[in-house]
């Protein structure tokens, strides 16, 4: 899979985790884990970028008696989401082209 576009398909899935509730890093990989596996170097770096995109924000709180960051999602974070949906429309779509001539020959 084209790097780039696997990149912006985890971005999306790491915002669509923490979607309807904060979230820290390990629940955002169990979490994901029923659609892709994702390392935690792999989420920490892509947490930072949201971050710095201003797409999430973070908190720390203590829980057990250690600190945990907690993720939210912004509004930004937010309309990346419907971005995201409104061109898988034309991935999709573009998927049928490229699919139309396997579904001919069977």
């Known amino acids: 899979m084209d790097v780039q576009l696997k990149r912006g398909l985890l971005d999306v899935c790491v915002l669509a985790a923490i979607k309807n509730q904060d979230s820290y890093g390990y629940k955002i990989i ?7 596996e994702l390392s935690e170097s792999t989420l920490y770096t892509i947490l930072k970028r949201l971050e710095a ?5 973070v ?7 250690r600190l945990r960051k907690y993720y939210h999602i ?7 989401i419907e971005e995201f949906k409104a061109e898988w429309q034309e991935i ?7 699919t139309k001539e396997d579904e001919t020959r069977e």
């Open 53 to 57: 995109a201003n797409m999430l924000t």
């Open 30 to 36: 169990k979490d994901l884990k029923p659609y892709l």
């Open 74 to 80: 912004t509004v930004q974070g937010l309309q990346r």
């Open 92 to 98: 999709l779509s573009i998927y049928r082209f490229v």
């Open 59 to 65: 908190r720390t709180a203590e829980h057990g008696g």
